[in-house]
């Protein structure tokens, strides 16, 4: 793509002036930055950490719906760069599924704070997730390879639900996660199903934190165990919820154990400054 896009940005910051780092949530496919507005965003924000989280080009309100067939992966990378700059004061980002692969893409280039990976697509790309999904219910992959969020039926939305929500979403929420389903670049798809990782982290890589739920049937714990892996650490898998587990009813307990650990890296360092 030849310029950035505007970019739809939501926030929600804390009620004082605060010293914490700003946080950057990134969307996986097929959705905008709406699905960390209902819970996710406040909750940081009221803990004290400014939180942002962005449409990446062509989701949302953001621009580029016009070029989305052929946006790949290093132009939502790009995006996530782009905002990263906007806001300043060097952020924590914060990637779900694909937004976690755009994290890791950022983080292997760019000097980044720290990266948070939520429900990652595991180092052998995309290939062997859709493999799976199809050999157990092929009707998922019929649907959402003709998927066309402006003519969405009940059937499909039925189809779709168990793979993304628990059962006892809110059906407000899951109504509008319905309004905000978006339609992914088949581009970018291709650029998840091919191996992600193809080299080992540096010495000096960032901080990194990998979460996944033992509700995902998308991101299979394993998965993220095998993301965790490839980053030298220890995954947190949190029982229950389901893949889109920003908008569970319970979606605290998997932001709690974040929660923790951005507390972990503050302390730590605090203590590096007073040395």
Same mark, same amino acid.
């Given at each position: ?133 199809? !050999?157990?219910?092929?009707?998922? =992959? +019929? $649907?959402?390879?003709? %998927?066309? #969020?402006?003519?969405?039926? @009940? ?79 220890? !995954?947190?898998?949190?029982?229950? =919820? +389901? $893949?889109?587990?920003? %908008?569970? #009813?319970?979606?605290?307990? @998997? ?21």
């Amino acid at each position: 793509m030849s310029s950035q896009p505007r970019l739809e940005i939501r926030r929600r910051l804390p009620e004082r002036p605060t010293r914490r780092p700003p946080l950057l949530f990134v969307h996986g496919g097929y959705c905008d930055a709406w699905c960390w507005e209902p819970y996710v965003l406040p909750w940081f924000a009221a803990r004290g950490y400014p939180a942002y989280a962005v449409s990446l080009r062509g989701h949302g309100r953001s621009d580029g719906a016009d070029g989305l067939f052929m946006t790949g992966l290093r132009d939502y990378e790009a995006d996530v760069e782009h905002v990263m700059g906007e806001l300043g004061g060097d952020p924590v980002l914060v990637g779900h599924s694909m937004g976690a692969a755009l994290v890791e893409l950022v983080m292997a280039r760019h000097p980044v704070r720290a990266g948070v990976l939520l429900a990652p697509i595991p180092p052998a790309g995309l290939l062997p997730v859709a493999a799976r999904l199809a !050999a157990q219910n092929p009707g998922y =992959l +019929a $649907h959402f390879s003709n %998927l066309d #969020p402006s003519r969405l039926s @009940a059937e499909v939305l039925a189809t779709l639900r168990p793979f993304y929500f628990g059962d006892d979403v809110d059906p407000r929420i899951l109504a509008q996660a319905a309004r905000h389903l978006n339609g992914e670049s088949p581009r970018a798809l291709f650029d998840l199903s091919l191996r992600l990782h193809w080299a080992l982290p540096a010495a000096n890589a960032p901080p990194v934190f990998v979460l996944g739920v033992t509700g995902d049937r998308i991101c299979l714990p394993d998965d993220v165990r095998a993301t965790a892996r490839h980053h030298g650490v220890v !995954a947190t898998i949190v029982p229950g =919820l +389901a $893949h889109m587990l920003m %908008l569970e #009813p319970q979606f605290d307990r @998997a932001m709690q154990p974040l929660l923790v650990w951005l507390q972990g890296l503050e302390q730590a360092g605090t203590a590096r400054g007073s040395g």
